[in-house]
């Protein structure tokens, strides 16, 4: 099998290549089950951990879609934001809000391809 560059594999994923999604959704089964939190819970707690992280845009992209899927709403992100910013920081906090809208930016981007 050939290896692929950095840039074909996210090509892969931003256009919704089913083995590489399918290889990142085997790493998340049982999480949640496991985690005893409810699912909204969780879903705040996994953006508390990639604001935390600086995460890449795309984290957000596939994170917030799935959590407003579970009834997670704007308000309750700025919240989250709100809540970590003295433990993470200002600047953490501002480098997560730039991956968000650059994450909403691609997101529109793969609506528009397909």
Do not use: C, W
Request: charged share 20%; glycine share 8%; no cysteine.
């Amino acid at each position: 099998m050939a290896t692929q560059t950095p840039e074909q594999i996210l090509d892969a994923v931003a256009h919704g290549d089913a083995p590489v999604l399918e290889q990142l959704a085997q790493m998340h089964i049982d999480t949640m089950e496991n985690s005893g939190l409810d699912e909204r819970t969780y879903h705040l707690v996994r953006l508390a951990a990639l604001i935390a992280l600086d995460s890449a845009p795309v984290s957000y992209l596939v994170n917030l879609g799935m959590a407003r899927k579970a009834g997670v709403s704007a308000t309750e992100v700025q919240g989250v934001f709100t809540a970590i910013a003295p433990i993470v920081g200002t600047a953490r906090v501002a480098s997560a809000a730039g991956s968000v809208l650059r994450a909403l930016g691609m997101g529109e981007a793969i609506k528009k391809q397909r």
